[in-house]
């Protein structure tokens, strides 16, 4: 049985396209990026032909929206602050707040040509500035 590829979103540029078929791929789902050399060669056209798409095979359609709707949620959601954080091990301060550093992904996308999507999660203790991974 043939695979019907279906749309699990599009962008106006073929980057963020590719970020989002980065992460799908990390994730074990195949996709593929349509029209993003009309967009690149005429931008103008990306709102006549619906921009650059991204799309999946329909079997992997719902896992793909759902890992869209995950990415695409704020990083710092409530469920994901802990009410209590660590002290600083520095300085034993309680002042301690989330830095989430995404720039390594935009670095290696630069780099290498493809993104790698893991995002670091930091504690930052606001007194010393004192940064460590959480977890
Ligand atoms: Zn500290």
Redesign the pocket.
């Known amino acids: 049985m043939q695979d019907e590829l279906k749309t699990v979103a599009s962008f106006s540029t073929a980057v963020e396209a590719h970020l989002l078929s980065a992460t799908l791929e990390a994730a074990g789902i195949e996709s593929v990026v349509c029209d993003e050399h009309t967009v690149t060669m005429n931008w103008m056209y990306s709102n006549l032909i619906g921009g650059v798409r991204v799309k999946v095979l329909e079997s992997d359609f719902e896992d793909a929206r759902e890992i869209l709707n995950t990415d695409a949620a704020p990083p710092e959601s409530a469920e994901d602050i802990p009410s209590t954080l660590p002290a600083?091990p520095?300085?034993g301060?309680d002042e301690i707040e989330f830095s989430t550093d995404k720039r390594g992904a935009f670095v290696s996308w630069l780099l290498l040509g493809f993104p790698i999507i893991a995002p670091k999660k930091n504690l930052r203790?606001k007194?010393?500035n004192?940064s460590w991974p959480y977890r």
């Open positions: 600083c520095e300085c301060s203790c007194e010393c004192h």
